[in-house]
């Protein structure tokens, strides 16, 4: 199968016909990755990358401002990076450095911010922030992580439960082609929202009857373990993958063996999609090599295999909003260059990504921090990089770095809007810092309970 290549050749015509050739190379790209029975040959792969990251620099620097000025500060133009071997001349990008700019300084010329699909993210880092793509970057990014999911064993037709977080449908989003596809038996997910009671999630699971369950990995251990033996006989799925949280050992084996499937993880973030995914064969994570470049680096040097670093990434295939050298803030331990299993794809191993402990409270409930982070996103504009620490069960305090200085007022709304949530008997303290240090190991810790912590007590190294 040739499609990288043929791929490649077709960003020379991109280069004639604009920013719309480009966004149809990378569908058919996609199509043919999806529809394939193999992956491409390593050489395919390395040759796509380094003709794509040619178009994308170009591209970055003629028509988004941000990246004219970062390659113009740091003497940089399109003639330096004729491939992955250059990237490192291009300076990283931090989330922080992103989110303080307005959305036309990230947004290619031209490009129509109305019309493009937005992922308000919750701030899973602590810095919420808006990752905007057209609809055509949706369906090729989404094109890539099927293709993972195949390896899983999913099927097109299978029913699918998502256990995570419930936000309306963006109308950009939802096509024709789409709606076709479901209509010809391309079965989309039911998402069962996971702030629910576990008890509520387990029952509308258990209505779908579904050949996969996927979601939150935290959710996903909440089901495991609460549901009844009659209500996991119900269930049943062939297997369950989880994503969005770090899926630790302990929470695999207790999944796994509460349901009798296979459990299965893959790594993502609203950046780039799907970053890597579990292989079957080895444990490893294959990384998505053809729609991004992944580098791990520690003091901005590359590691080693076998060492931590920072995860810092380059999309191949967003060009309305172009992510180059983009630090995501996750902690990842370096794998071998190709994976032992014989795919052509590189790896990495642990992942010491996003950690959400829950939060038990006095009247018996268990919330999920990213129910306070729904409110905090909605009513508190001023809100910039963050941490939430559950000192008590009767007390929960926010430590944030504001964008601007909200009022005492502002500041007293939010705190009545998430103590409502919360029920009586429980606080919710805003404290405003200049700055908040970096956990110790690099580790984001966005929701941590000190009545309840999940992670606490994690040997890392273990798991490299």
């Not at 003497?75 to 990283?92: E, F």
């Not at 799925?237 to 459990?263: K, N, S």
């Not at 909200?406 to 405003?432: C, D, Q, T």
Request: aromatic share 8%.
């Amino acid at each position: 199968m040739r499609q990288l290549v043929v791929a490649a050749r077709q960003d020379g015509e991109g280069r004639r016909h604009g920013a719309a050739m480009r966004f149809r190379s990378s569908s058919l790209l996609a199509l043919r990755t999806l529809l394939s029975g193999r992956p491409p040959a390593r050489r395919e792969i390395e040759a796509f990358r380094d003709a794509r990251l040619r178009e994308l620099v170009r591209h970055a620097w003629e028509r988004v401002p941000y990246y004219r000025r970062l390659f113009g500060r740091h003497g940089i133009t399109p003639r330096d990076i004729g491939g992955v071997a250059d990237l490192a001349a291009i300076p990283t990008t931090s989330k922080k450095t992103l989110q303080a700019l307005p959305a036309e300084d990230l947004l290619a010329r031209g490009v129509d911010a109305e019309r493009l699909v937005a992922h308000r993210t919750s701030g899973s880092t602590g810095l919420p922030f808006t990752v905007r793509r057209t609809w055509l970057e949706e369906r090729v990014l989404n094109a890539f992580r099927w293709r993972a999911l195949r390896t899983f064993g999913l099927r097109a037709t299978d029913r699918r439960v998502y256990v995570g977080i419930s936000r309306p449908l963006d109308p950009r989003n939802d096509r024709l082609p789409q709606r076709l596809l479901h209509r010809l038996g391309f079965r989309p997910h039911t998402i069962v929202d996971c702030h629910q009671p576990v008890e509520a999630i387990v029952r509308q699971i258990c209505e779908v009857h579904p050949d996969v369950i996927a979601g939150l990995s935290g959710a996903l251990w909440r089901v495991a373990l609460s549901a009844s033996a009659a209500e996991r006989r119900l269930l049943r799925p062939r297997f369950v993958y989880a994503a969005g949280e770090v899926l630790t050992p302990e929470m695999r084996r207790q999944i796994g063996q509460a349901l009798a499937v296979p459990v299965y993880d893959a790594y993502g973030s609203h950046e780039f999609n799907l970053i890597a995914w579990q292989c079957a064969q080895t444990g490893v994570y294959h990384t998505c090599d053809d729609l991004l470049v992944v580098e791990v680096l520690a003091d901005g040097k590359p590691v080693a295999p076998g060492e931590r670093g920072e995860l810092v990434g380059t999309s191949l295939h967003s060009f309305a909003m172009p992510f180059i050298r983009f630090r995501l803030g996750d902690i990842v331990t370096k794998g071998t260059e190709q994976c032992a299993c014989g795919q052509p794809f590189s790896t990495i191993r642990a992942i010491e990504g996003r950690m959400h402990d829950f939060f038990p409270l006095p009247d018996g409930r268990v919330v999920l921090p990213s129910a306070i982070v729904g409110i905090l996103v909605r009513h508190a504009p001023w809100l910039g990089e963050y941490r939430m620490i559950q000192e008590t069960m009767e007390r929960i305090v926010l430590r944030a770095v504001p964008l601007f200085a909200p009022s005492v007022a502002e500041i007293g709304r939010v705190r009545g809007m998430v103590e409502s949530y919360l029920g009586a008997g429980v606080r919710f303290e805003v404290e405003l810092l200049a700055e908040i240090p970096p956990d110790p190991g690099g580790k984001t810790r966005l929701s941590r309970s000190l009545v309840s912590p999940i992670y606490d007590g994690l040997d890392w190294s273990a798991l490299s």
